[in-house]
């Protein structure tokens, strides 16, 4: 089956540091991969995706590219800010699936990321 | 603006009663989802509809039941059945269900008195 694997959290910056949240997955068939954000007591937000290998994903400064050959998806950002602060997901969307679970999004655990001032 | 709304942010449940979250969307989507969130996990699956009138289980349906009567709205009964009901519960649409990526309520918080 599909899975999803996340880098453990909690991830502590300061502002403007580097920021990388690994993300590595397993699929059946072509998925395309997704990075959702999560603010305190809100629902999730798409921050970026790609469809397919080599295309790189990218918003508000954060970019994503799909490695077909380390089946990996990290996210990065250059200068971290206060208000980056949220849990950020890894996701897959496996539309080739003869198995017919192209039906749902199979998410990682979340990465907590924290920057401080 | 479109969007997905959920109601109520907050709910309590006593032992043994039914209650029922509202999802409801005016982006005209025709696949809705319910997930649950619970702390340091990712989000898993309850269950999902593809169009009007019909609806699938997910990954972990025990418990729950829905109903899909009307396009914009997605119901979610949490049964007595739940024997650990208290977590996050997200509801998602998306265009169909080819049409990812999914777009998301702001969730409800259930908690058991």
């Known amino acids: 089956g599909n899975s999803v694997t996340q880098m453990e959290g909690p991830v502590t910056l300061s502002e403007e540091a580097f920021l990388t949240i690994n993300c590595t997955y397993t699929a059946t068939g072509y998925p395309s991969l997704f990075w959702y954000v999560q603010y305190p007591g809100e629902g999730l937000q798409l921050l970026l995706k790609?469809?397919?290998?080599?295309d790189k994903g990218s918003n508000k400064g954060f970019e994503a590219t799909y490695r077909k050959e380390t089946t990996s998806f990290h996210l990065e950002k250059g200068s971290v800010q206060v208000s980056d602060s949220a849990v950020y997901f890894c996701a897959l969307s496996d539309l080739q699936n003869s198995g017919g679970s192209n039906y749902k999004l199979t998410f990682g655990k979340g990465t907590l990321l924290t920057v401080n001032p | 603006d479109g969007g997905i709304t959920q109601s109520p942010k907050y709910l309590f449940r006593k032992e043994g009663q039914n209650v029922t979250l509202s999802c409801e969307q005016n982006l005209n989507h025709d696949a809705m989802y319910w997930y649950r969130q619970d702390p340091g996990q990712g989000l898993r699956l309850i269950y999902y509809?593809?169009?009007?009138?019909?609806?699938q289980k997910g990954d972990i349906a025990e418990g729950y039941s829905v109903s899909r009567e009307k396009k914009e709205s997605f119901p979610l009964t949490v049964t007595s059945a739940q024997k650990n009901p208290t977590a996050f519960y997200l509801c998602?649409?998306?265009?169909?269900?080819?049409?990812?990526?999914?777009?998301f309520g702001d969730g409800t918080r259930l908690s058991i008195l």
């Open positions: 790609a469809t397919k290998a080599d």
């Open positions: 998602a649409s998306s265009m169909d269900r080819l049409n990812q990526p999914q777009h």
């Open positions: 509809s593809q169009i009007v009138n019909d609806f």
